[in-house]
T-cell receptor, first 112, second 114 residues
Framework: LAKTTQPISMDSYEGQEVNITCSHN???????ITWYQQFPSQGPRFIIQ???TKVTNEVASLFIPADRKSSTLSLPRVSLSDTAVYYC?????????????FGTGTRLQVTL | DAGVTQSPTHLIKTRGQQVTLRCSPK?????VSWYQQALGQGPQFIFQ???????QRGNFPDRFSGHQFPNYSSELNVNALLLGDSALYLC?????????????FGPGTRLTVL
């Protein structure tokens, strides 16, 4: 079972780039690395997903080295509304099912 | 598109009672997963339903059971409630079982057990 480790919390000023690194040492060949964002009292929201190298969408970039044992979520020019908990997780397909294994997440606090 | 909807929003029960939570998946989705999120913790996988069958189960006792209906909606049942069952229960839907298919989460049902 692929377990993830990420910092408990991070602080940033508005307008800065934020990089959150996650380790997943025992990731399996068929697993995908996925990041979710969660605001208080809401369900998690998908940010980005990747398998290897670099993935970019309109809100974030995801960097995955060749060994896939870690990944870095990059949020460009954060704003106050980016204050949330960010979960790095491994999406696993096992036989005839799939599951997301969440860790404790990184609490990002953005201030002026 | 309404996205994933869950009902009720909040629920208060007493120890030993039984509860049923409901989830309607996002339009076009056929797979439903349930998660339990205790305060300050990440969501924990309970089980996943596809084609009206439980496909995978997390580390939860048999007091937790579920069902998926032909219209892909789902129910989560918890029997003999314990104080520790107090949590936010999240439903997520996706299309198919592949890990790379994005899971869309609902707003959750906040269950309080007194």
């Amino acid at each position: 079972l692929a377990k993830t480790t990420q910092p408990i919390s991070m602080d940033s000023y508005e307008g800065q780039e934020v990089n959150i690194t996650c380790s997943h040492n025992n990731i399996a060949t068929n697993d995908y690395i996925t990041w979710y964002q969660q605001f208080p009292s809401q369900g998690p929201r998908f940010i980005i997903q990747g398998y290897k190298t670099k993935v970019t969408n309109e809100v974030a970039s995801l960097f995955i080295p060749a060994d896939r044992k870690s990944s870095t979520l990059s949020l460009p020019r954060v704003s106050l509304s980016d204050t949330a908990v960010y979960y790095c997780l491994v999406a696993q397909t096992t036989g005839t099912a799939s599951k997301l294994t969440f860790g404790t997440g990184t609490r990002l606090q953005v201030t002026l | 598109d309404a996205g994933v909807t869950q009902s009720p929003t909040h629920l208060i029960k007493t120890r030993g009672q039984q509860v049923t939570l409901r989830c309607s998946p996002k339009s076009g989705h056929d797979t439903v997963s349930w998660y339990q999120q205790a305060l300050g913790q990440g969501p924990q996988f309970i089980f996943q339903y596809y084609e009206e069958e439980e496909r995978q189960r997390g580390n939860f006792p048999d007091r937790f059971s579920g069902h998926q209906f032909p219209n892909y909606s789902s129910e989560l049942n918890v029997n003999a409630l314990l104080l520790g069952d107090s949590a936010l229960y999240l439903c997520a839907s996706s299309w198919g079982l592949a890990a790379y298919n994005e899971q869309f989460f609902g707003p959750g049902t906040r269950l309080t057990v007194l």
